[in-house]
């Protein structure tokens, strides 16, 4: 998917709302543990009671790897049900890979070839070499991760060499890597105080924001900051949304928050 095509979603949808499919098998309903893929149902209940409202889906790899082979199987028939039901949403696979440049290669066919994901997040710690793979393949997108959400990210992220952060040195030196315009960046709602410089930095990238609602970020303040001219924001919410309710009315509990967060971006388009 083009960058040109995920904002013609966002406003047909008047939304820019990402949803967070986490799948921990000890939180779903337990009537869905009875089906022989619970992980799907789960998914894809949630997907089709909310595919109107977001723009974009984003399976953190870790909640099906901890499952094995099925959990695998359940993230391939996933990312397909989305692909064949609703190609205009737009798929990130949160699986923070980065490594020297042929294994980057094999990690970006994997999620871009095989499961047919639209973009992958990437650590940026190993530099230049470990990421242009992934930038290399046509029409798809880099989300590297640059602030994140969590208390760990002031350990480094926020460290001063020579002056300057370096997470800002990050978003610089990213910007001359080869097919750079195919990067998107990570930057959790919590720091939202920070958007003001990031846009000084990279003005018309896409920012992926995680951390609105169970983890305490507010909307309107990465709105305020963090906004551009094409909206330049994903806002993923997991755990609010997802989680809603573990009674088998689960799917419609969800549409429900999804909604109130989409009724808000509406307000803010």
Known sequence: MTTQQLITQIHKKKSFLCIGLDVDLTKIPKHLLKEDDPIFAFNKAIIDATHHLCVAYKPNTAFYEAYGIKGWQALEKTIKYLNKNH????TIADAKRGDIGNTS???????FEDLGFDSVTVAPYMGKDSVEPFLAFKDKHTILLALTSNQGAFDFQTKEIDGVELYKQVLETSKS?????????????????????IRKIIPDSFLLVPGVGAQGGNLQEVCKYGMNDAVGLLINSSRGIIYASQDENFAEAAAKKAEELQLQMAFEL
């Open 105 to 111: 290669t094999m990690y970006a066919k994997a999620f």
């Open 87 to 90: 190609p205009e949403i737009y």
């Open 177 to 197: 890597w080869e097919n750079s315009e195919n990067l998107m960046y990570v930057v959790g709602a919590t720091k939202a105080e920070f958007l003001g410089d």
